[in-house]
Structure formats: C-alpha cells, structure tokens
C-alpha cells in the first residue's frame, strides 16, 4: 500500500512527538527559542519546532487538521508538477509553512529569553488556507457542530488570529496561525495564478441559503 506523503508527514511528526513527551531534554532542545536562535545560532529550531507538540490534544488536533486538508494540496501538486516532483515540492511547501510563520515571531522575540513555543500550526494553517484557495465553497466544520464555506470561516479567522497576535493574552502563537496562512494563500497563488480566478468565481455564486 503507497502512503500519501501527507500521511507519511503525519506518521514522522507524530513519532518526533510521542518521544518527546517523555524527553524534556529533547523538546526544550527542538523548541521555537528565538533567543536562542539568535545568540546561539541554533537555526534549525524554525524546523524542529514544528515537528514537535506539547501533549497528545495538540498533536492530535494539528495532524487531524492536516490529514485533511494536507490531502487536497498534495493531489493539486501532484496534478500540477506530476507525482515525484510534486511530491517534493509538497514537502517543501508543508516546511516553508513552518519556517515563514514563525519569522514574525522570532523578531519581536529575539531578545526574549523567556519566550518558547512548538507545533505545526504553521505548516497545518498554511495547509487549510491552500486548500481554501482551491475549494472556497467546501465546509470547514469546528468541532463538528458549527459548518460554514471555508471562505467564511477562513477569514473569521485571519480577523481573530490578527487580533490575538496583538494582544497576546494567552499561550497560543497566533502569529503563526496567520503568517502560515498568508504564505498558504500566496503560495498557491503564485504556482497557480488562475486559482485567483477560479475562487472568485466561485464565492460571487455563493448563496447561504
């Protein structure tokens, strides 16, 4: 049986994980530290930190989201570059994700000693938001009771990952969660321009009811 790279991705990120929740040495090791990074030269932690999770909830919800959406995209890819170079430039598209989303943080953090953070929430929001592009009518249900066209939902949430990026009233890197999903829709725009076209076309037709 031929395993998606998407689930092969899933697969790597889940086994990193699984082994650094008993391993804090480890984690603290692979962490996003922009301290660190910068001090340190530690700058393979924009990479690593993405393969890592905080506890089995937050792996679980980043790789669940990924598995679905992260299969649009790679099938898009793999239509547009062919199997293997498709393939190859899902992978690099999925790690950009990661890395680019978390530049904004690393500058308004470098001199944080204090600051960590982990998770792919950058590759996996860059993912949806790819996806979104691509199919801006399909529903995008949270916890499986409220559903609305990903388009909708996806630009509640640029508005809500902006304003809680500058308020920064909790754990959570909601940075990466919006420079992942810009770089997700720039992304797709610039491999496939007529994708613009395409979503445009699609939500002037939209009707809620």
């Not at 393979?44 to 679980?60: A, E, P």
């Not at 919006?178 to 076209?197: E, H, N, W």
């Amino acid at each position: 049986m031929n395993l998606s790279i998407t689930v092969l991705l899933i697969i790597l990120t889940a086994g990193i994980s699984i082994y650094g929740f008993s391993k804090p040495e480890f984690l603290h090791r692979w962490m996003f530290i922009p301290y660190k990074i910068k001090n340190k030269g530690q700058w393979d932690r924009f990479i690593t930190s993405g393969f890592i999770h905080k506890d089995y909830m937050h792996l679980l919800f980043n790789m669940f989201t990924f598995y679905f959406f992260g299969a649009v995209v790679e099938q898009v890819l793999a239509y547009r570059f062919g199997p293997i170079l498709g393939g190859v430039v899902f992978v690099l598209f999925y790690i950009l994700g990661i890395v680019i989303s978390d530049i904004p943080t690393y500058l308004k953090n470098q001199d944080n000693s204090y600051y960590r953070a982990l998770g792919a929430s950058g590759g996996t929001s860059a993912t949806v938001f790819a996806s979104i592009i691509i199919l801006p009518l399909s529903d995008i249900c949270l916890f499986g009771i409220i559903c609305l066209p990903g388009f909708i939902l996806g630009g509640l949430f640029l508005i809500y990952s902006y304003f809680k990026g500058k308020n920064q009233d909790d754990a959570i890197n909601h940075d990466a969660h919006l420079y992942g999903a810009l770089f997700g829709i720039i992304f797709i725009l610039i491999i496939s321009p007529s994708s613009a076209i395409t979503f445009f076309d699609q939500i002037k037709n939209y009707r809620p009811f």
